[in-house]
């Protein structure tokens, strides 16, 4: 069911039960006083009929021919069923019926009026039907009751009324739903035209689908509204202008002019437009944007394409350093082994050999026993290579395993792991005043997920870049940087990943990387 159609069901279930709980309520209060009014009323005619004094002399007589007709009459100009007049033995004078003159009254709830003088209304069934009876006693001179009356409304008669003004109520119920349904009619309309009839979650996977594309360009694309206000930019944009702040979220509605006035000449062009920030070119062109809210929006890029290629030589810089490192650490070791030979001592210079290839071979035959991905292998010994040059002790969990992937999916998993180990190694290293410096990596490759974990020794994330730490440019160090966790961030998204971090109880960092295995072969 689509989210108007629920929205509508729902605000009209509620009015339903609410309005029934409401009527419910009201159709009691309304029995309640139509009762008590009949009650009111009754007992006031009682009273104005025990005190005439046609009845009084017609209870001191004992008879009066008349008194039926006399009562009749006063019966017919009021909203009562009946009235009757009864002695103090509780036999009629007058009744409605001629022959049930002289004969009992029907019930036990005249005695109370008779023998304790007390008026009052009750329910019980007399000759015409059951009926609301309203008694008061008539007294005589010396105080003492000499008869009754009784003013009676058949509840045929009450629930006639009763159902009338129930009628009423439900008429007035009716009109309300009537105007709840409409409503609710008018909010369907009004969401399906809001929301371009579309479902919540089909307005999310859009807007999520929407930014991964945007931070997919390599093009910088902003837009704003009608006074240069952001509206929307991505993290290509809010780097290479090098706009302030945290990340490109919390720019949302400022002014472009005073964040960036060396583009204010640009903001007064149509068309293409060049400008330039902080010393580089771009080139670009305005696009009118139409709708509810029209502005415009710029995409521009430097003119020589670099902006394009600076990932692929972010990814590659890798590799260059792990050569770098490598050749290092064995020229060094090649002088000590001809510094040796050179001074004659063979001996040593074998024995130097020896450890060396000892070490090194424990170490591959470790590493490779636990990684079988040959590249990934080869990354992970470069970055062992590097830590020992930094004085950072980096350690690969026993536990760790890593299977054979497709050449595609190990550039993706070279591309996550060297960036975490290179970011771990730099926030040991720098922290390294404090604790040693650490950085533990674990592999887990054995159930339905491939899970890789970097954890290292450093003071932790910023707490300005919590937020927007994988965001494009976004980083604490000045110079090119803040590209790596995009890239990761960006890779595991494309692989249907997960990529966390958090602080753990040591006071360390650790990094997360949550893989699904059947998206990856």
């Not at 006399?70 to 036999?91: F, L, N, P, S």
């Amino acid at each position: 069911m689509k989210l108007r159609h629920q929205l509508v069901a729902l605000s009209l279930g509620l009015s339903l039960l609410l309005i029934l709980i409401l009527g419910g309520l009201l159709a009691l209060f309304i029995r309640h006083l139509l009762e008590n009014s009949l009650q009111e009323k009754g007992s006031d005619l009682a009273r104005v009929l025990a005190a005439d004094n046609r009845v009084v002399q017609a209870l001191q007589l004992g008879k009066d021919p008349g008194l039926r007709d006399y009562v009749q009459g006063i019966c017919k100009r009021t909203d009562a069923a009946y009235m009757v007049v009864t002695d103090e033995h509780a036999r009629r004078l007058s009744h409605p019926s001629p022959e049930l003159v002289g004969e009992i009254f029907r019930g036990e709830d005249i005695w109370p009026a008779i023998q304790d003088l007390s008026s009052y209304c009750s329910k019980d069934v007399g000759t015409l039907g059951p009926a609301i009876r309203c008694f008061s006693p008539v007294v005589g001179a010396d105080g003492r009751a000499i008869g009754a009356v009784v003013v009676g409304y058949l509840m045929q008669t009450v629930e006639g009324i009763y159902l009338e003004r129930i009628a009423l109520l439900i008429s007035a119920i009716g009109a309300v739903l009537g105007c709840g349904l409409l409503l609710a009619f008018w909010l369907q309309h009004l969401l399906r035209r809001t929301l371009l009839d579309l479902e919540p979650e089909t307005i999310v996977n859009r807007f999520a689908q929407q930014d991964l594309v945007l931070e997919g360009i390599s093009e910088g694309i902003i837009a704003l509204d009608g006074q240069h206000r952001i509206k929307m930019l991505n993290s290509a944009a809010f780097y290479q202008l090098r706009l302030p702040g945290t990340g490109r979220h919390a720019l949302l509605g400022q002014s472009l002019a005073e964040l960036a006035p060396s583009l204010l000449p640009a903001l007064s062009q149509e068309g293409g437009v060049h400008f330039t920030v902080q010393g580089e070119d771009f080139v670009g062109h305005w696009q009118e944007l139409s709708g509810r809210e029209p502005g415009r929006m710029l995409i521009f890029s430097r003119p020589d394409g670099t902006g394009s290629l600076g990932m692929q030589v972010t990814h590659l810089r890798q590799y260059a350093e792990m050569l770098r490192i490598q050749t290092h650490e064995f020229a060094n070791k090649l002088g000590s082994l001809s510094g040796l030979l050179q001074l004659g001592h063979v001996d040593e210079a074998v024995e130097l050999i020896q450890q060396e290839n000892e070490a090194c071979q424990n170490m591959l035959q470790d590493l490779l026993r636990a990684i079988e991905n040959k590249p990934v292998a080869g990354l992970i010994l470069g970055k062992f290579s590097r830590a020992r040059e930094l004085g950072v002790e980096l350690v690969l969990d026993p536990g760790s395993a890593l299977g054979e992937y497709p050449a595609e999916v190990s550039a993706d998993l070279i591309t996550c792991l060297g960036n975490l180990l290179d970011n771990g190694l730099r926030a040991a290293w720098a922290n390294r005043e404090h604790c040693p410096p650490r950085v533990l990596l674990s592999i887990d490759d054995f159930g339905r997920r491939l899970v890789i974990e970097v954890e290292d020794s450093g003071v932790g994330v910023d707490e300005a870049l919590a937020d927007h730490l994988f965001d494009y440019g976004v980083s604490r160090q000045t110079g090119d940087h803040g590209v790596g966790l995009f890239l990761v961030k960006k890779t595991v998204a494309r692989r249907g990943g997960v990529i966390e971090w958090r602080r753990t109880a040591e006071q360390t960092t650790l990094f997360g990387i949550y893989l699904n295995k059947n998206q990856l072969v």
